[in-house]
């Protein structure tokens, strides 16, 4: 098995062997189950389906409470399909396994992180693209230091192009960041700890792939 799901903790440091100072992201991975096993013979690929996270049951309908009964395992929150691990490992793996940190990761392992970036609103052009703003406050412009300025063309083509940078949503967009060393494995907890930072706010789940 190569991945997991998890949840962010947020950030600390420790030190190193050698004494250094070491900016570490907490991230609380698994327990996952097991909830449905993929192989070619039935599903034409081979893959296998995590569950983390209890929910309640009241809010599942008839056919998720039945998924959940056949893996014998407590309905889940978050479900994901993961195809990225050995093969010699799909067969160990049975409805219901549990899968911890420690079971998947080792101290020096590289991953990849997924994860959902803060969600920032509705925002202008310079927090969104940078921009500088119109002018000084001269000449009476005395309201354009943060305005986007002219956004297209006079006669021709009389019209905005596509793509043309503007105020607008920005944020909550799926980030890969990648490369990301294993610093520390804290098996009882099932805490990883990885060198650096990545995006998303404290709880949002993320996915832990080998690199």
């Not at 503007?166 to 990885?194: E, S, Y």
Request: net charge positive; hydrophobic share 35%; charged share 20%.
């Amino acid at each position: 098995m190569s991945a997991l799901i998890g949840k962010k903790v947020g950030m600390t440091g420790i030190f190193d062997d050698q004494g250094q100072y070491v900016p570490v992201t907490v991230i609380q991975a698994g327990p996952c189950y097991v909830t449905q096993v993929k192989t070619k013979a039935t599903d034409g690929y081979d893959a296998i389906q995590l569950g983390y996270e209890d929910t309640q049951e009241r809010k599942l309908n008839k056919p998720a409470k039945g998924h959940f009964a056949k893996a014998g395992v407590e309905p889940k929150r978050y479900l994901k399909e993961i195809r990225t691990f050995e093969g010699e490992k799909l067969a160990a793996l049975t409805l219901g396994t549990a899968l911890g940190a420690s079971e998947v990761f080792n101290e020096g392992d590289m991953v990849h992180v997924v994860s959902t970036s803060k969600g920032r609103g509705f925002q202008g052009v310079v927090k969104r693209h940078h921009f500088g703003g119109v002018g000084q406050q001269t000449h009476g412009q005395s309201d354009r230091q943060r305005a986007p300025g002219s956004i297209g063309s006079s006669s021709y083509p009389s019209r905005v192009f596509k793509g043309q940078r503007m105020g607008g949503r920005m944020g909550g967009n799926q980030i890969t960041t990648r490369n990301l060393k294993i610093v520390k494995v804290l098996a009882d907890q099932n805490l990883i700890l990885v060198k650096g930072s990545f995006a998303g706010a404290k709880n949002q789940v993320v996915e832990i792939v080998k690199a």
